[in-house]
């Protein structure tokens, strides 16, 4: 038997040669009955266009290219390496092969264009990791060549072709099942601003904090990565309880920036959400409500203030019941100065009513090291009792400083990543997954349309929404 032509593919799937070649070259003007019978016949012949005669005949290459970025965290960079393969094998059953290569900065890859255009002849680009201001993509629109983005052009989203997943939709799905799940103090966890997809999947979470009537709430931008995760967990579980109402030392920000949280310089006192103080300085002297230091009262409005969920401070150094009628160690705050094993802290690194800075680490446990978890002692007032992340890298960090402090994922505290990366799967993980394959196929799809010459009154544009995958955590 001779090498199959494209006659022969035609005969078996019993349809014209030009079907075949519109398979080939268009198959979205082929129906889709159609199009799998004469896939099938090529795949069973075993047929392969000629490309050398192709290039001939349309001057094209049937190279793309992409550009790899800087290697990242090796988490969420995943998702790069599941895009990369996707493209690939969608580009391959249309002749194409994709080229790849590096550049360490925007102009570095422009002048990598131009290179691979004069040397080559590539045919079109593949871009990633689009942001504002992007000059890759004006220098491609100013010289008319051919190319789409996986990744919106943040702030000019109609000027060229892209394919996107709707981070934002990502975030709302999982700030729902939170809300759903009873959760009330839902913080995130996501990048500094100006990332465009960052920025997208923080609105996210707000808008289900809004639609659920829960304001706004806490959040910490830190760069990606698991210590970037551990860090953010710790500075919003310090800067929890009394720094629900400020926490502008800690660099967390929370709710309406009403109030400092933590003590002065001098060991003074913060405020609490109700509006109190709680008193005395470092030297003993007492506070604005006349009461002493380290006494355990509140400022505000005489001997007790209330505390998050109607408790009051209480208590006397002999451990009798306080003012509110809370037992000493039961957490409430006792008259030793300091939180008795709840957690409660200022967030700036002071304990109330002692102005001894504790070093940013919970009362009840030692810096730098784990906590004894003892059972009531999470969530404290006050302390997030879930997290929405940007990505699993971020997430990955918040689970493991939760666990160091002796805080169960899953149990004591929900935890959800973004990307649906392989680690997620297996450690447990409940993540926000991206259909990263038809983004792929969109992307090789939309390069095909404008090789062609195809007209289109406007940019080609696709924005894919992904689901929520609920594991242990």
Known sequence: MGRPTLNSVAEAAAVSRQTVSNVINS???VSPETRERVLAAIERLGYRPNTAARQMRTTRSQIIGLCIPPSGNGVSGVVLDQFLHSLTATAERYDH???LF???DDEAETRAYADLIASVGIDGFVLTNTHHDDLRTRWLLERELPFVTFGRPWGAEDTHPWADVDGAAGTRLATDHLVRQGHRRIAFVGWPEGSGSGDDRRAGWAAGLAAA???EGPQVAVFDGVEGGRSA???LLDASDLAWSGGARSGVELP???GQAGGRAGGRSGELPGGGSAGGDEGGRPGPGGEPAGSGWLAAGGRSGELPGGGSAGGDEGGRPGPGGGPAGSGWLAASGGPVGS?????????????RQSGGAPADRPAGGPAERREGAYPAAGAPTAFVCAS??????VTAELRDRGIRPGADAAVIGFDDTPTASVLGLSSVAQPIADVAAECVRQLRTILRGAPAAEPVTKLFTPHLVLRTT
Request: glycine content about 28%; overall charge neutral; aromatic content about 6%.
């Open 256 to 258: 309406g920036g009403a």
């Open 392 to 397: 699993d890298s971020l997430a990955l960090g």
């Open 97 to 99: 092969r994709i080229m």
């Open 343 to 355: 957690g409660w802290q200022v967030g700036s690194g002071w304990q109330v009513g002692s102005g």
């Open 102 to 104: 590096t550049a360490a």
């Open 27 to 29: 198959p979205e003007v």
């Open 233 to 235: 967990a710790a500075r």
């Open 213 to 215: 009537g829960l304001g």
